[in-house]
């Protein structure tokens, strides 16, 4: 044993202090943090139905993603309870399979240690990575499959072996049984791999064929639930439903989208404004990595080895993954209602993104690196720090419970709930008593009659609320208030998610002659509380 231990070196610890690096980076705040609106869905989803067969009827006539997170949470829960700890772990156990594979993934493509390490430390650190690592949701999970489906396209692509093109296949059906958006990472290897396949090597009809086997095998692997996509996706998007129609935002991306997403990626930040210093410090970083990236081109195509040859082709490979994926989401009709949020469903693309900048890094001079690589992680701690700590401190979305809890003390019989949009209405249910009614004011038109909908789970319109455009002129607020009051008879009213800017459901209040006791907090603590005189 004494003798094993003295042969051990620095080295041999780099990848189990990553590992312990992430695993504290994800579990920091993991319990502490309250469920924000979307994990509670994903619970509340998870939680509510009897059996598999209703929860799967559920997901392919109401539910906009497809269930394999769900599923996995179904199963998790009912072995492990419903604690904020342990819904969240499944994401931090395949975050930190995701930092591991990504030392073996880049050792792979390069074959350089320096370069393993120093991706798995990014993979590790990176904000964004972290942010998804643990939040219940799907997109940790969805990260390790998109990494797992490039490792086995690249092994079989280079060495060849029927068992690395069916573990991409495996990997890619099950990424789209996650998420649809794993759709663009498989368009953008697949065209990778086709161009390998026609312009490239020796047989080319037969790896033509394990090409098209494959993907027609994913094709089929995802066909059980490929007419529920078609039907959510095409067919009644391009109805009206319930004078709520989808928008058509095809054209309509930021100009700075590219610029947006990449920053995203490696930078991530919650908060729109940020410090000046900690602009400063990312400009100064991103200026370091480009210089040392022109230092490592310039130097990288002065000589032609054969390691070179190999390095170039995985570069492509990756450039193509990191590139291709949102240039076909930016034309997707599919991402009209995801404007905000492209960087969850490119998240895939940060993974790529840590790989190439672990190489470049590694064929630094050792003083070189170690000052880019002090300046570049110097520059990620301020943007750690925001996602690490605890979102309840100044984002409202993470103050469900406590909203709850204060309405809960506070309630009296005859009291009425009013959250903003109705899908809402099942997140703040969730930490409210059973006998608390809980209303939507938007849409406008609609007041509860539903298929569906339950205490905890969405009805298909008001889950349809979320993908479209909302009327919500001030005549629609106000006649909606009046039917609420009319139908429920209130002599109190609690509003949830309402700012000052809500000028009109202030206004029909103030018109309509009722007190205002409690006031919402800032933008912290939404909660509204009206009376009648």
């Not at 993934?105 to 798995?120: M, P």
């Not at 003083?367 to 701690?381: D, E, G, K, Q």
């Not at 909203?403 to 903003?420: C, F, R, S």
Request: proline share 4%; charged share 15%.
């Amino acid at each position: 044993m004494l003798s094993r231990l003295r042969r051990l070196k620095l080295e041999d610890f780099f990848l189990p202090g990553i590992f312990l690096l992430a695993a504290f980076l994800r579990l920091y705040n993991l319990g502490n943090e309250p469920f924000w609106g979307d994990e509670v869905l994903s619970l509340d989803i998870s939680t509510h139905f009897a059996s598999v067969g209703q929860l799967l009827r559920y997901l392919q006539e109401v539910e906009v993603h497809p269930p394999f997170y769900y599923l996995l949470l179904h199963y998790w829960t009912t072995l492990f309870g419903v604690s904020e700890f342990s819904v969240r772990l499944p994401s931090v156990i395949f975050g930190l399979a995701t930092v591991i594979l990504s030392y073996r993934f880049s050792w792979r493509l390069f074959y350089n240690k320096t370069a393993a390490y120093l991706t798995a430390l990014f993979v590790a650190v990176l904000p964004l990575l972290v942010e998804y690592g643990m939040e219940a949701r799907p997109y940790g999970v969805y990260l390790f499959f998109a990494l797992l489906a490039a490792y086995g396209l690249w092994r079989y692509e280079q060495y060849g072996g029927i068992r690395y093109a069916l573990l991409y296949a495996a990997s890619g059906v099950v990424g789209l049984y996650l998420h649809y958006s794993f759709s663009y990472f498989i368009a953008a290897a697949s065209a990778w791999w086709l161009w390998q396949v026609v312009f490239t090597g020796e047989e080319k009809s037969k790896r033509f064929m394990v090409w098209l086997c494959t993907h027609v095998g994913i094709v089929l692997g995802f066909a059980w639930w490929l007419p529920t996509f078609i039907y959510k996706s095409w067919i009644i998007s391009d109805q009206e439903i319930f004078g709520m129609s989808r928008k058509n935002w095809v054209y309509s991306r930021p100009t700075e989208y590219f610029e947006q997403l990449y920053n995203q990626m490696i930078w991530a930040s919650k908060i729109k404004e940020l410090p000046p210093m900690q602009v400063l410090i990312a400009f100064v970083a991103k200026v370091v990595l480009a210089l040392s990236t022109l230092a490592v081109v310039a130097k990288f195509f002065q000589k032609d080895s054969g390691s070179q040859a190999s390095d170039k082709k995985a570069l492509g490979f990756l450039l193509v993954l990191s590139v291709l994926a949102p240039l076909l989401y930016i034309f997707a009709p599919q991402a009209q209602s995801q404007v905000g949020i492209t960087q969850k469903h490119m998240i895939f693309v940060a993974l790529f993104l840590a790989v190439m900048l672990g190489y470049i890094l590694s064929l630094l001079s050792v003083r070189v690196r170690s000052v880019v690589l002090v300046i570049f992680l110097a520059s990620l701690v301020p943007y750690l720090s925001t996602v690490i700590r605890n979102d309840v401190e100044w984002n409202y979305q993470y103050r469900l419970q406590e909203a709850g809890e204060y309405i809960d003390t506070n309630y009296q019989p005859g009291d009425l709930v009013i959250v903003n949009y109705n899908f809402s209405r099942t997140i703040l249910s969730y930490y409210l008593k059973e006998n608390i009614p809980v209303v939507g004011l938007l849409p406008a038109n609609f007041y509860g009659l539903d298929f569906w909908d339950s205490r905890s789970t969405l009805g298909f319109i008001e889950n349809e609320s979320q993908l479209r455009s909302i009327p919500s002129g001030d005549v629609e607020v106000s006649e909606k208030l009046s039917r609420l009051d009319q139908m429920y008879s209130p002599q109190r009213i609690w509003l949830y998610g309402f700012t000052s800017s809500d000028s009109s459901v202030h206004e029909w209040f103030a018109e309509s002659d009722w007190r205002h006791p409690y006031r919402s907090i800032g933008n912290i603590f939404l909660v509204d509380m009206y009376a009648k005189k």
